[in-house]
């Protein structure tokens, strides 16, 4: 299993590579999509360890997804046609950092376990298409919605591939006990729990992503 400091690093440096082919394409119109992207990359490679047991690498991860939630709030009402009060926009953004930050991680806790349901393929999937509609309802296009939400789990997917390479000693030619937890796509002791999370996934992907 890898550690936050080879996730963290291998985020950054990748997102900032894959964000910089993309601007390098014209797939990026805007400089703040740009960062935007490389930001998402680098959460995403190390978000699935938000459900790790309380340690510091852990509650770095809470704290950058709650600015992260912060500043999609920020995003959206910027958005939003017509003006919000101030007053308004600092509670919005307060109430939204305290859910993350303190009701979020006791949630997670209470419904999966480190390398559970949260650490799995089908989950990277949900996040990056939530993100996706996330974009989609604040007016950006299909593509660029679709890009940053890529991002998102790209970093996300990173962060397994690499726990997965950690659980293999190439040299010693012996694979650790935790090979196989990390690219998860399903999981027989918790089977409901997987298949409640494929059918959310379906329900999100035909319901709120534009088809034709």
Known sequence: MANFRTHLTAGTITGIIGGGVC????????ASHLIIAIGLFIIGSILPDIDAES????KIVVSLSSFLAVGLVLVSIANINGSIEIVVQTVLCIVTYILIKYLLPKILSSITYHRGLIHSVPMGILISLVLMVYFLSIDY????????????????????????????????ARIKSSFGTALQIFSFTQPIRYILLYLVIGYVYFNFIPHG
């Open 23 to 30: 601007w390098q394409y014209g797939f990026f119109l805007k």
């Open 55 to 58: 340690s510091i690498p852990t």
């Open 141 to 172: 296009e299909i593509f660029m919605a679709g890009l940053l939400g890529s991002f998102l789990g790209g970093g996300f997917f990173l962060h397994l591939m690499l726990d997965e390479l950690y659980s293999v000693n190439i040299f010693g």
